[in-house]
């Protein structure tokens, strides 16, 4: 059993940053980890993925440059570094268990209950 707890989320002007958290319990040890959001009316996207040792990395490319998956393996913790956010950032944002050890935008199986980010213009 997973369970993945996201916070960090809130509101931020057009510009600023924000760091969301992944705090999780049950197994992770071997698998990959992700960031999706999910806007109204839109269908849930990829965001970003790390594998679990970390070395590898997997961004949409919407967010390349902008955004920074990190994880903390010994505290099993996952980051996503938001900066120089717009609009089209505003959505909930949701942690995930990957079925792999590399990341991939898809075959995710655990999933967070999700936190909002809200980009004002």
């Known amino acids: 059993q997973v369970q993945l707890v996201e916070s960090g989320g809130g509101l931020v002007q057009t510009g600023g940053s924000l760091r969301l958290s992944c705090a999780a319990s049950?197994?992770?040890?071997?698998?990959?980890m992700g960031w999706f959001r999910q806007a109204p009316g839109k269908e849930r996207e990829f965001v970003a993925g790390?594998?679990?040792?970390?070395?590898?990395?997997l961004y949409a490319d919407s967010v390349k440059g902008r955004f920074t998956i990190s994880r903390d393996n010994a505290q099993k913790m996952v980051y996503l570094q938001m900066d120089s956010l717009n609009a089209e950032d505003t959505a909930v944002y949701y942690c995930?268990?990957?079925?792999?050890?590399?990341?991939?935008?898809?075959?995710?199986?655990?999933w967070g209950q999700g936190t909002q980010v809200t980009v004002s213009s």
């Open positions: 790390i594998s679990w040792s970390g070395y590898s990395t």
């Open positions: 049950g197994r992770t040890f071997g698998y990959a």
């Open positions: 995930a268990r990957a079925r792999t050890e590399v990341p991939d935008t898809g075959a995710y199986d655990f």
